[in-house]
């Protein structure tokens, strides 16, 4: 599996809204933009998203890693400042026992279909923490799910697995939820580079 990855932008945004579109709006029609809004807020944005996302990301307020397959998107990881991306689940937990507020957010992950359980979520998650350190690193929170050993359904998994987290580095810090952590690393800033040729690998 030959693949690239490029942030989301202007110019990657015809691919994404491609891929978005071909899953019917993702998740009931989010368009990946429910972790930008206040808790609350989404259901008064509802039949808008496509337009908010899109508008966020002309402002370069919305980031996500794509991967790409020649030129058509196969999946992404989500992140961004903590301040662009509000709305984690379990908020009122994780509140609870917060410490010191992370510089970036991982919130979510969607993968093309017909490409799950290639690694391509794995895949993500690296470029994404790339993208990070070319932005200026810092501390990086996630909030995966702890399903080991039981069958799931992908809706459940949007957040990414903690076992791909812990390979990646991350650390387990706290419970906010029967199965939710919350994970985080220290990504170290690196100069630009152009985007690269990705190696795929075969787990997520």
Not at 96 to 117: H, K, M, N, S, Y
Request: net charge positive; hydrophobic share 35%.
């Amino acid at each position: 599996m030959s693949l690239t990855s490029n942030g989301l932008s202007t110019t990657t945004w015809p691919a994404f809204a491609r891929l978005v579109e071909k899953h019917n709006g993702i998740f009931g029609g989010c368009w990946c933009i429910s972790f930008h809004l206040e808790p609350g807020e989404n259901k008064q944005m509802a039949g808008r998203y496509r337009e908010l996302k899109e508008t966020r990301v002309r402002e370069g307020r919305a980031h996500a890693a794509l991967v790409f397959d020649g030129p058509e998107a196969v999946g992404w990881c989500q992140f961004g400042p903590t301040a662009e991306l509000p709305n984690i689940r379990s908020k009122k937990e994780y509140e609870q026992g917060l410490g010191a507020v992370p510089d970036w957010r991982i919130t979510c992950f969607f993968i093309d279909r017909e490409r799950r359980g290639e690694g391509i979520a794995s895949l993500a998650l690296r470029e994404a923490l790339r993208l990070i350190a070319q932005a200026g690193g810092g501390t990086v929170e996630a909030y995966p799910e702890d399903y080991t050993g039981e069958r799931t359904s992908n809706s459940f998994l949007c957040s990414g697995t903690l076992g791909m987290f812990e390979k990646t580095g991350f650390k387990k810090t706290r419970k906010i939820a029967m199965r939710r952590w919350v994970v985080v690393r220290k990504v170290s800033p690196t100069r630009v580079t152009r985007p690269r040729r990705l190696t795929g690998a075969r787990s997520s």
